[in-house]
């Protein structure tokens, strides 16, 4: 459960790290993997604490 754990902790890392990259305005195109979760949820985040404004297109 360890290497789990750790992956999902490398998942989360490198989701939160693309998720810097975003800028105002940007138009995201949202992949299916399992490490999307933690960039929308970092991307959200922004959202509420920046004020950025970007759209999201499922691909």
Known sequence: MKNASKNDSSKK???????EYV?????LGLGTGSTTHYFIEKVG???????????????
């Open 13 to 19: 890392n490198a989701g939160y790290k693309a998720a």
């Open 45 to 59: 985040m922004r959202m509420a604490e920046e004020g950025i404004k970007v759209k999201g297109i499922p691909t």
């Open 23 to 27: 800028e105002d305005g940007m138009v």
